[in-house]
């Protein structure tokens, strides 16, 4: 399903898996859609005609897809335990493959540059990979399985989930810049484009919101009924997503009550006292 950014409206659904779908992405231009599913396929999308344009066949169930950043070709993670490559100038190719995990890839990205690959996996480790030949180029080992992994607007940061850890890396040498505790156990995290504070949602159903450089809780938010499973900054910052276990994708504001999307702010004004600005954090859409 796609919607409005800014909005949350309702704009097409994609029909043609026959099964879970586990992952989706768009490429930069929001031109062409991919998932991937539990029909053992990944799939891609004309994202303005809702129009299947190809499908890559599995053995598994297909959980993370990504785009490199010229959008020329596609990056799969399996429950086969393998990452592929697909160009998608080439369709009928045969996918470059890497080997390595011992268990079930949750999530897989690229580097901007399009040279390394990131993959994390059920066991329990984190991987850095040579995208031209697929030779594992480092190996980190956590005590819970990471649950998400994401890159930052700049490129320069992995954002890495686990237990109630989230953890920040450097996208060029897979090394630890910082680590922060949560309250609760996380299943995903997104860093602000201006790199001044991170959002993140797990299993106590709410979304925190904290100081990059200290780690300081700034604020928290209840409103989903389920765990948060996603969340996601916009590309301008404005606001971000959540996805949870209640069937709701929730929009919240990054500053509260300024004028965006669905979001009207009223200016209080001295000389009436009765006038208040709206503080409403995010917006509900029934998925």
């Known amino acids: 399903m796609i919607r409005q950014g800014d909005t949350g409206d309702w704009i097409g659904t994609f029909e043609g898996h026959k099964g879970a779908v586990w992952g989706a992405t768009l490429n930069r231009e929001a031109t062409r859609a991919a998932t991937g599913a539990a029909d053992f396929s990944a799939k891609i999308w004309d994202a303005e005609k809702g129009e299947e344009l190809q499908t ?35 369709p009928d190719a045969e996918p470059l493959q890497f080997s390595g995990h011992t268990s079930n890839i949750r999530a897989t990205v690229f580097s901007f540059d399009g040279k390394r690959i990131f993959s994390a996996s059920d066991d329990k480790t984190v991987r850095m990979w040579d995208a031209s030949n697929g030779t594992e180029l480092k190996n980190l080992s956590f005590p819970s399985i990471p649950n998400s992994l994401a890159l930052s607007a700049d490129g320069n940061t992995i954002v890495l989930t686990y237990g109630q850890f989230i953890a920040f890396y450097s996208a060029e040498t897979l090394e630890k810049t910082k680590e922060f505790e949560a309250p609760a156990p996380v299943n995903s995290a997104s860093l602000h484009p201006c790199e001044k504070f991170f959002v993140a949602g797990g299993e106590d159903f709410k979304m925190y919101k904290f100081d990059f450089q200290t780690g300081e809780e700034i604020e928290s938010f209840k409103g989903h009924f389920g765990p948060v499973h996603c969340v996601e900054f916009s590309p ?52």
């Open 56 to 90: 890559f066949a599995h053995k598994h169930i297909v959980k993370s897809v990504d785009f490199n950043r010229s959008g020329t070709h596609l990056l799969t993670g399996s429950n086969e335990k393998l990452l592929r490559i697909f160009d998608l100038n080439k």
């Open 236 to 287: 301008d910052g404005e606001l971000y997503a959540s996805g949870s276990e209640d069937g709701t994708l929730r929009l919240w504001q990054t500053t509260v009550g300024k004028t965006y999307g669905l979001w009207k702010c009223v200016i209080p004004d001295d000389s009436n006292s009765n006038n208040v600005q709206n503080s409403t954090p995010e917006v509900k859409v029934e998925t």
